[in-house]
């Protein structure tokens, strides 16, 4: 791939983190139940939804029952998502959703252990 092109698709990337970013400013604890859905389009192209019930557990779109191999799944696309219509959405991590990496800060102390381990806080 050639430094423009390369450079093109940086600048795309960072403008639709930048994009994503500001959507998650009007919800500092994240969407809730009753708005989610409206945010789909808000979604990078390149995640790998799993519906969810109302337990965070996820379920075939098809039969509503509950995912034996989920782990293994290749993701649903928010369109795929919309029409399951689901009570909540997920994401697959790692590869399948583009290198995706979340952290999960649980417990006290757990967002000052970041910031001594990485240097920087939990909001970048």
Same mark, same amino acid.
């Given at each position: 791939?050639?430094?423009?092109?390369q /450079?093109?698709?940086?600048?795309?990337?960072?403008?639709?983190?930048?994009?994503?970013?500001?959507l #998650?400013e009007d919800?500092?604890?994240?969407?809730?139940v009753?708005? #989610?859905?409206?945010?789909?389009e808000?979604?990078?192209?390149? #995640?790998?939804?799993?519906?969810?019930? &109302?337990?965070?557990?996820?379920?075939?779109?098809?039969? /509503?029952?509950?995912?034996?191999k #989920?782990?293994?799944?290749?993701?649903?696309?928010?369109?795929?998502?919309?029409?399951?219509?689901?009570?909540?959405? &997920?994401?697959?991590? &790692?590869?399948?959703? /583009?290198?995706l990496l979340?952290?999960?800060?649980?417990g006290?102390?757990?967002?000052?252990?970041?910031?001594?381990l990485? &240097?920087?806080?939990?909001?970048?």
């Open positions: 791939m050639t430094s423009t092109i /450079g093109q698709l940086c600048a795309a990337e960072q403008q639709d983190q930048d994009q994503f970013a500001e #998650w919800f500092p604890m994240g969407p809730t009753s708005n #989610w859905h409206h945010h789909l808000d979604i990078p192209c390149d #995640w790998a939804l799993l519906p969810l019930d &109302g337990n965070k557990t996820p379920i075939d779109p098809r039969s /509503g029952l509950p995912m034996a #989920w782990s293994e799944e290749p993701g649903y696309t928010t369109e795929e998502i919309r029409e399951a219509a689901p009570k909540a959405v &997920g994401v697959l991590l &790692g590869p399948v959703s /583009g290198g979340a952290i999960d800060f649980d006290p102390g757990s967002e000052e252990m970041f910031q001594q990485y &240097g920087r806080p939990s909001t970048d």
